[in-house]
């Protein structure tokens, strides 16, 4: 079982800056995918930023956080980060931490593969 406790929420003027963190405990070695993703109100759930963690390390961002939004980890202490520039009002939504096995640019999982979600954390900027 794997644990995900991210922390770094808060409130934002629309220009500023947050860093999340999400801190993974447990086994993740069956997953190979770990990433943020961010649900507002009334909206699906988006993926924001994934690092596919079983291969060479490649970062996949959604085209409306490139360029603001950079991901990062520290192994050694098992945390992923996610440092937010240049916040907008179309940010604000509740940002998730998630370890899974994931193939196609870890795009896609399946069913009965390894899947761990964090309670979230809330960001919201406002204009």
């Known amino acids: 079982q794997v644990q995900l406790v991210e922390s770094g929420g808060g409130s934002v003027q629309a220009g500023g800056s947050l860093r999340l963190s999400c801190v993974a405990s447990?086994?993740?070695?069956?997953?190979?995918?770990m990433g943020w993703f961010r649900q507002a109100p009334g909206k699906e759930r988006e993926r924001v930023g994934v690092?596919?963690?079983?291969?060479?390390?490649?970062?996949y961002y959604a085209d409306s956080v490139k360029g603001r939004f950079t991901l990062s980890q520290d192994n050694a202490k098992n945390t992923l980060f996610l440092q937010m520039n240049s916040l907008k009002p179309e940010d604000t939504a509740m940002y998730y931490c998630?370890?899974?096995?994931?193939?196609?640019?870890?795009?896609?999982?399946?069913?009965?593969?390894?899947?761990?979600w964090g309670q979230g954390t809330q960001v919201t900027v406002s204009s």
């Open positions: 447990g086994n993740t070695a069956r997953t190979n995918c």
């Open positions: 690092i596919d963690t079983g291969g060479g390390g490649s970062i």
């Open positions: 998630r370890a899974y096995w994931g193939f196609n640019y870890c795009k896609y999982s399946l069913p009965s593969q390894p899947n761990y």
